[in-house]
T-cell receptor, first 117, second 113 residues
């Protein structure tokens, strides 16, 4: 069981370049999300999705786009990279939890380290 | 807006000590609260999940409690070991969107041999 898989693990971008961080989960979770974590800080929500075709903004959405065409995949696109987007990015997934006795434990990917120069 | 605070930011203890990590949140209308462990350079691993209707959860040497009325949760680690050294984060989710969670900044724990 692979869980949540993120690629790439490390990436260096030049200012103004675009790229896509990939995220896939094999647990049939409805909910997927992207967070960024800056040094010494907790996680801040970028975008999230409650199912295929449904996405919404989190706390820090500017400069990022997402789409959810399938239950399994939730890519994060950086439109025009800026040094302020240097961070560690985490993808996460969970059941929505409502009505589920199992609750909604969140499963995280291993992270993608992005440096924008 | 939900805010989550974790105190202390860092903690260093000798091996064998029992210790408590604190998490407070401003909006008591939560769906659940989770405690996570993060090792350097790694993702987050869920340790314990407490539903809003529960008071505590236990897993091995870990015990997490929840007091919704006061907006507090504690993570108790018994007989700490050097392998417990990591950053511990708590996260709360709200009723209106059970999957959307707000995280604290974490407590970095160092257990010295």
């Amino acid at each position: 069981n692979a869980g949540v898989t993120q690629t790439p693990k490390f990436q260096v971008l030049k200012t103004g370049q675009s790229m896509t961080l990939q995220c896939a989960q094999d647990m049939n979770h409805e909910y997927m999300s992207w967070y960024r974590q800056d040094p010494g800080m907790g996680l801040r929500l970028i975008h999230y999705s409650v199912g295929a075709g449904i996405t919404d903004q989190g706390e820090v959405p500017n400069g990022y786009n997402v789409s959810r065409s399938t239950t399994e995949d939730f890519p994060l696109r950086l439109l025009s990279a800026a040094p302020s987007q240097t961070s560690v990015y985490f993808c996460a997934s969970s059941y929505l939890g409502v009505g589920r006795s199992s609750g909604n434990t969140i499963y995280f990917g291993e992270g993608s380290w992005l440096t924008v120069v | 807006k939900q805010e989550v605070t974790q105190i202390p930011a860092a903690l260093s203890v000798p091996e064998g000590e029992n210790l408590v990590l604190n998490c407070s949140f401003t909006d008591s209308a939560i769906y659940n609260l989770q405690w996570f462990r993060q090792d350097p350079g790694k993702g987050l691993t869920s340790l314990l999940l407490i539903q809003s209707s529960q008071r505590e959860q236990t897993s091995g040497r870990l015990n997490a409690s929840l007091d919704k009325s006061s907006g507090r949760s504690t993570l108790y680690i018994a007989a700490s070991q050097p392998g417990d050294s990591a950053t511990y984060l708590c996260a709360v989710s709200i009723f209106t969107n059970a999957g959307k969670s707000t995280f604290g900044d974490g407590t970095t724990l160092t257990v010295k041999p």
